[in-house]
């Protein structure tokens, strides 16, 4: 027996609709905490990513360099600060579960960007890979210290009514919307 791509096409743009991939990957989280789980987790993952990526183009590793403009080093903090102009943006006029989950990612990814040329950015001078240059991976650890920290402390308080509500709502019309599972 076989079915049609469109039926298959249908269900899944149905599920795509419905489903957010963040209600799968962090399971009872309610939605604004998740926004802050995935700045965090956005923001460690950039921020390891990026002092990776910039040592192998440190030790000139075939593939990797900077990136420049006009012959002009663009540092990643400018790409940060972009970054976190679309977020607040976006932020002002949106204010549904799923846009707070992306925007909570990429809010972490942007403050990750800054954070790690924060020495750059107090001594207006590229120390990256200086001694003074540690000063921006202690605020990095800083940081991904205190809000990790926070999250786990914190991860016992219950959820408002309002967010236990919605997330019921939202796995009822799930139970609902899936034809075959009942």
Same mark, same amino acid.
């Given at each position: 027996m076989?079915s049609s791509?469109?039926?298959?096409a ?6 795509k ?28 993952l950039?921020?390891?990513g990026? +002092? ?8 000139d ?7 420049s ?10 790409w940060?600060i972009?970054?976190?102009?679309a ?6 006029s949106?204010?549904?579960?799923r846009a707070?989950a992306w ?11 800054v ?8 001594s207006?001078?590229?120390v ?5 240059g540690g000063?921006?991976i202690a ?5 991904i ?11 016992g308080?219950k ?12 796995t009822e019309d799930?139970?609902?919307? +899936?034809?075959?599972?009942?």
């Amino acid at each position: 027996m076989t079915s049609s791509p469109s039926h298959g096409a249908t269900r899944a743009e149905n599920t795509k609709k419905k489903f957010s991939p963040w209600l799968r990957l962090l399971p009872g989280i309610s939605p604004k905490r998740r926004s802050y789980v995935l700045a965090w987790y956005g923001f460690t993952l950039t921020f390891v990513g990026m +002092r990776l990526l910039t040592w192998l183009i440190h030790i000139d590793v075939g593939g990797f360099g900077d990136v420049s403009a006009g012959g002009v080093h663009l540092h990643h903090y400018v790409w940060g600060i972009l970054l976190l102009m679309a977020v607040g943006a976006t932020a002002l006029s949106e204010s549904s579960p799923r846009a707070r989950a992306w925007l909570g990612l990429a809010y972490g990814i942007g403050m990750a960007l800054v954070i790690d040329e924060a020495a750059l950015l107090i001594s207006l001078e590229d120390v990256y890979w200086d001694s003074e240059g540690g000063l921006s991976i202690a605020i990095a650890i800083t940081v991904i210290a205190v809000v990790g920290t926070v999250l786990a402390v914190t991860r016992g308080r219950k959820a408002s009514r309002a967010d236990e509500e919605a997330d019921r709502k939202r796995t009822e019309d799930a139970a609902r919307s +899936r034809p075959g599972d009942s």
